[in-house]
Nanobody
């Protein structure tokens, strides 16, 4: 299984970015895929995740209403559309995957994910 994240960059506050995660060796009809981020000096934190079997999506409170997960099955790709970016969104963003479903409370713990992409840096200037 490989996850390849891309799409990061330097933007200004209020701008938008779309991150991409191309997955190989995984299907999007089971398990979980999501995004985490890690700012300098901070722990990795949950951003968003989708449980494919339950067809539900969860977001952290800090990004709810601004970020959206979507997918393109034809490309086996997962996207994170980020709107109204804020300087506090600055971090390295990682896509992640878990082969089996998990209870909702487990989505927020990065230790519950089996696979990780290499990360893509998002910098938001004020």
């Amino acid at each position: 299984v490989q996850l390849q994240a891309s799409g990061g960059g330097l933007v200004q506050a209020g701008d938008s970015l779309r991150l991409s995660c191309e997955a190989s060796g995984l299907t999007f009809n089971s398990g979980v895929m999501g995004w985490f981020r890690q700012a300098p000096g901070k722990e990795r934190e949950f951003v968003a995740a989708r449980r494919w079997g339950y067809r539900d999506t969860y977001y952290s409170d800090s990004v709810k209403g601004r970020f959206t997960i979507s997918r393109d099955p034809s490309k086996n790709a997962l996207y994170l559309q980020m709107n109204s970016l804020k300087p506090e969104d600055t971090a390295v963003y990682f896509c992640s995957a878990r082969r089996r479903n998990i209870v909702v409370s487990g989505l927020y713990n990065h230790n519950n994910y089996d696979y990780w992409g290499q990360g893509t840096l998002v910098t938001v200037s004020s």
